[in-house]
């Protein structure tokens, strides 16, 4: 199975700072890769798909990049919204997994 | 608009089943294929289990293979979980979660997610 390992766990920062996550696969996925946003007690939300395709609806401000075993997800200037746990996926085959989450707080 | 709604979860004891159903709305059902993830309390998102759009393919977590089973009819629009042999690390939110690409296997992220049932396992 392919393992994925985001870092960091926890990230603390500041409105209007630029963040980014780092996502690394065990094995090569291509560019299968999607990120997720969760907030506490809610369902997951879909941010970017095959690694750098924003979904419809996601602010600009949102995005990714990467292919093979690395990949990153950026926020070019914090909102007060984007406070939340993020999380990569990869969908390369199955069974998928999922990173075991980055949780970006206010400093 | 489109939407999944998940029901069934409950409180059960240990070794006894469960059904999970996910009524999906405003899109072509028949067309995707359908996921079930799970959330343990304070824990990460952990993928459960995939039925193809036409219910000729599933796959499973080793975590849960042999004890659950995924299905779907496509007259009810609805994808199910029958969870046997449940164990106190069953107990999660068990969300469902549709494809973002029509007839795929594989490759294909989740666009759109139920709001997630509660099942805890306990004696």
């Known amino acids: 199975d392919i393992q994925m390992t985001q870092s960091p766990s926890t990230l603390s920062a500041s409105v209007g700072d630029r963040v980014t996550i780092t996502c690394r696969a065990s094995q090569s996925i291509s560019s299968w890769l999607a990120w997720y946003q969760q907030k506490p007690g809610k369902a997951p939300k879909l941010l970017i798909y095959k690694a750098s395709s924003l979904e419809s609806g996601v602010p600009s401000r949102f995005s990714g990049s990467g292919s093979g075993t690395e990949f990153t997800l950026t926020i070019s200037s914090l909102q007060p919204d984007d406070f939340a746990t993020y999380y990569c996926?990869?969908?390369?085959?199955?069974?998928?997994?999922f990173g075991q989450g980055t949780k970006l707080e206010i400093k | 608009q489109v939407q999944l709604v998940e029901s069934g979860g409950g409180v059960v004891q240990p070794g006894r089943s469960l059904r999970l159903s996910c009524a999906a709305s405003?899109?072509?059902?028949?067309?995707?294929?359908m996921h079930w993830v799970r959330q343990a309390p304070g824990k990460g998102l952990e993928w459960v289990a995939v039925i193809s759009h036409d219910g000729s393919n599933k796959y499973y977590a080793d975590s849960v293979k042999g004890r659950f089973t995924i299905s779907r009819d496509i007259s009810k629009n609805t994808v199910y979980l029958q969870m046997n042999s449940l164990r106190a690390e069953d107990t999660a939110v068990f969300y469902c979660?549709?494809?973002?690409?029509?007839?795929?296997?594989?490759?294909?992220?989740?666009?759109?997610w139920g709001q997630g049932t509660m099942v805890t396992v306990s004696s």
């Open positions: 979660a549709k494809d973002i690409a029509e007839t795929t296997w594989g490759g294909a992220s989740f666009d759109i």
């Open positions: 405003g899109f072509t059902f028949s067309s995707y294929g």
């Open positions: 996926q990869h969908c390369h085959n199955y069974p998928y997994t």
